[in-house]
Nanobody
Framework: QVQLVESGGGSAQAGGSLRLSCAAP????????MGWYRQAPGNQRELVAS???????TYADSLKGRFTIFRDNTKNTVYLQMNSLKPEDTAVYYC?????????WGQGTQVTVSS
């Protein structure tokens, strides 16, 4: 079992910024895609952003320009920089990695944006 450790969630005012991080064990190697998803109450989990091994990025259309995903392969860590936050960004954010054909999820971190 691969345990992912998320951090960086919390509360912010609208227009503010937060950075999330998600670390996979440094003992594993060759992680494929890494990404962030979010789930708001009453909604399905949705993709926020993903990044491939070589740095190709995919974003939800509604988030382009405000959120940036990046990864540090030396630390097996993926980050999500969230700027210009809006109340509708309030959700539990989950990271996911793809490793040898399997998906592994973090435990989720709450992000709350107040107006």
């Amino acid at each position: 079992q691969v345990q992912l450790v998320e951090s960086g969630g919390g509360s912010a005012q609208a227009g503010g910024s937060l950075r999330l991080s998600c670390a996979a064990p440094e003992s594993i190697f060759s992680i494929n895609a890494m990404g962030w998803y979010r789930q708001a109450p009453g909604n399905q989990r949705e993709l926020v952003a993903s990044i491939s091994t070589i740095g190709s990025r995919t974003y939800a259309d509604s988030l382009k320009g405000r959120f940036t995903i990046f990864r540090d392969n030396t630390k097996n860590t993926v980050y999500l920089q969230m700027n210009s936050l809006k109340p509708e960004d309030t959700a539990v954010y989950y990271c996911k990695i793809e490793w040898f054909g399997n998906d592994y999820w973090g435990q989720g971190t709450q992000v709350t944006v107040s107006s």
